[in-house]
């Protein structure tokens, strides 16, 4: 557990212990928790996603100008875009890999630089830019305190662990506390969170048979693939389809011999798949994995869709626009619902 705060004007010994005096628990997401203490600062809660129960750090926050900051993640680029805040962004970890259009013309002419060397974080160019604030990942223990000690306040983000689409964007609330933009934040995720409840709403009312699907990949003789209470699984369930591995509830990946895999999803509808192949992508380019994939009913009669990350801003934008993804799964499932949408991130392969 690690303790970040904003401002150390004052001997701790001789401060009073603040109070609780309100605490937002999120809506949809499971990783924090914002407490507004008596002392005017807010401690921000992050829990530990993969160990339930652990409390993963806490930050004592009194509102401060921020106006230098880095980023690991390129979705923390989208958090951060959506404020209006790139601009305050030194440097983003991956940079060849960033699709957002705003942060690639910061990169481009060299107000965004890389952090990145391979997997690793370049600490050089961290410490060159110093930034107030560095948005982590939640691992890493230790090595962290090395910014500390620098005076970089290190953030342990998790919103990809979230298992609903929404408590992925909700997210936003942290960084609106920490860039002093909490009423931009919240205004924004209530229209995410309105738009994405209205479609499935439509879906709800409309919907009187859903179709099966699956979804997952392939690896060295087994099929791994989400469990029914995943992210995937309630994009599936929202957008109106049955997911075939509803029924089974863990915190990793379900792992199936190919050959139980086969039998589970032959008659199943639709087959969904995240991968990232440059290019126009085919129908064959889907089974290379294993040629009697195109013995599925999915494959057969060409009900595959895909997201393309090499080809759209899955790993970007999209965390903060689930009710854009929610859209494009309901035109694929129930075209009638939004026969004019447009697809932005999944799209079917014919």
């Known amino acids: 557990m690690m303790t970040l705060a904003a401002c150390r004007d004052t001997d701790p010994k001789t401060v009073a212990v603040a109070t609780v005096i309100r605490t937002e628990k999120p809506t949809y997401a499971k990783g924090f928790e914002l407490q507004e ?87 050089e160019i961290v410490y060159s830019i110093h930034p107030q604030l560095l948005f982590v990942y939640p691992f890493g223990g230790n090595n962290y305190d090395k910014y500390l000690k620098k005076g970089i306040g290190c953030v342990q983000i998790s919103e990809y662990l979230e298992t609903h689409p929404l408590g992925r964007a909700e997210w936003l609330k942290v960084f609106g506390v920490l860039l002093n933009e909490e009423e931009k934040a919240d205004s924004i995720f209530n229209q995410v969170e309105h738009e994405y409840l209205a479609l499935k709403k439509k879906v ?31 994009f599936i369930n929202d957008a109106g389809a ?17 050959e139980t895999l086969f039998e589970k999803a032959y008659n199943a509808d639709y087959w969904g798949k995240i991968m990232f192949e440059p290019g126009v992508l085919t129908a064959e380019k889907i ?31 999209a965390v903060v626009q689930p009710q854009v993804m929610l859209a494009d799964m309901i035109h694929i499932f129930h075209p009638e619902i939004l026969p004019d949408h447009a697809p932005k991130y999944f799209f079917s392969i014919k």
């Open 287 to 317: 089974i290379e994995d294993d040629p009697r994939l195109a013995q599925l009913k999915s494959f057969r009669e060409r009900n595959i869709f895909y997201c393309n990350v090499a080809e759209t801003d899955y790993h970007g934008d």
């Open 242 to 258: 049955h997911y075939i591995f509803s029924d089974s509830l863990r915190t990793g990946n379900i792992v199936l011999p190919f």
């Open 37 to 123: 203490l008596s002392d005017s600062t807010t401690r921000i809660v992050l829990f530990n996603l993969e160990k339930p129960g652990d409390t993963l750090q806490l930050i004592t926050w009194k509102k401060t100008k921020i106006t230098s900051m880095a980023c690991v993640s390129t979705t923390h680029i989208a958090i951060i875009d959506l404020l209006n805040r790139l601009t305050d962004v030194k440097g983003v970890g991956f940079a060849d890999l960033v699709q957002n259009t705003h942060a690639r013309a910061l990169i481009e002419n060299g107000s965004m630089l890389n952090l990145s060397i391979g997997h690793d974080t370049d600490d």
């Open 204 to 234: 709800d009312d409309s919907v009187t048979q859903r179709p099966t699907a699956f979804t997952g990949f392939y690896d060295s003789g087994s099929w791994f693939a989400p469990p029914g209470n995943s992210f995937a699984a309630q």
